[in-house]
């Protein structure tokens, strides 16, 4: 069986995104997820959106309650998570509105709670390759089929927010080879990872970060784009939904050998 969690942006929550769109109110062992459940289906496929800064975009990157969201939706059975994710580009030859389908990531986090295991176990999870294969595929082939450019992977660097980088820290990223630029995937991923949920995030480049001069990002800029932009990330979850299969994956089976007590 698959049953599709998307994580994104506020206004994913669209009913014209869904079919017999309800919403959920739940609870869970850690608070209350970012925003209601909203269940539906896609194409006959089950479907859970959660708005990652809740609805009104009112939580900042630190406390979004990422432990509660990734609980949710393992409670309501959801097999695969697809992520959207609004980022900063840290290459000249990604340009805002392009989309990078990133295989890796750098943390630059320091605030946030990174597991479920934090008393009388410990978690050694593997995260060589942190996101799921098939699902990344999906995306790009999703992409492809839409006429969207979409780079085939990359590393997104996730930074602990809500302020924007330095120049100094934008030259540093681009230094290590990160692609882009976000705050939010870790420690998202890894939650998911933790509960054997396959997971995958698309990034949609909305600035060029602070690397080139007279370019540095802005918030009006930055939502501009997302706005612009905000019909073809729905289209893409709508097509990646339907390409998804319950495939063998090492996402689901990490866990079972990664707990020490």
């Not at 869970?28 to 089950?46: A, C, M, Q, R």
């Not at 396959?198 to 001069?213: E, G, H, L, R």
Request: hydrophobic content about 35%; overall charge neutral.
């Amino acid at each position: 069986m698959v049953k599709i969690g998307i994580i994104g942006g506020s206004g994913l929550e669209d009913p014209q995104l869904l079919k017999d769109a309800q919403q959920l109110d739940v609870d869970t062992p850690y608070g209350k997820p970012s925003s209601p459940l909203t269940t539906g289906k896609i194409n006959d496929v089950e479907v859970v959106i959660i708005s990652r800064h809740g609805t009104k975009h009112q939580i900042m990157p630190t406390n979004v309650p990422n432990q509660a969201n990734i609980h949710a939706l393992k409670e309501q059975q959801v097999t695969h998570i697809l992520a959207t994710s609004a980022c900063g580009s840290l290459r000249q030859d990604v340009a805002p509105g392009d989309f990078v389908i990133v295989d890796q990531f750098i943390d630059r986090t320091t605030k946030r709670p990174s597991t479920f295991y934090e008393k009388d176990h410990v978690c050694h999870l593997p995260m060589a390759n942190p996101f799921c294969n098939h699902l990344r595929a999906n995306f790009k082939q999703a992409c492809e089929s839409l006429n969207y450019k979409a780079e085939s992977k990359g590393t997104v660097i996730t930074i602990e927010g809500p302020r924007l980088s330095t120049k100094a820290e934008s030259h540093l990223w681009r230094q290590w080879k990160a692609d882009v630029i976000n705050m939010s995937t870790v420690p998202e991923c890894v939650l998911a990872r933790e509960k054997g949920i396959c997971y995958s995030v698309i990034c949609m480049a909305t600035d060029y970060d602070a690397f080139i001069d007279g370019q540095e990002a802005n918030v009006t800029d930055i939502m501009k784009v997302f706005k612009d932009n905000a019909q073809r990330v729905k289209e893409v979850l709508r097509k990646a939904v339907t390409l998804v299969t319950d495939k063998e994956c090492t996402c689901k089976t990490d866990i079972n050998t990664s707990v020490i007590s």
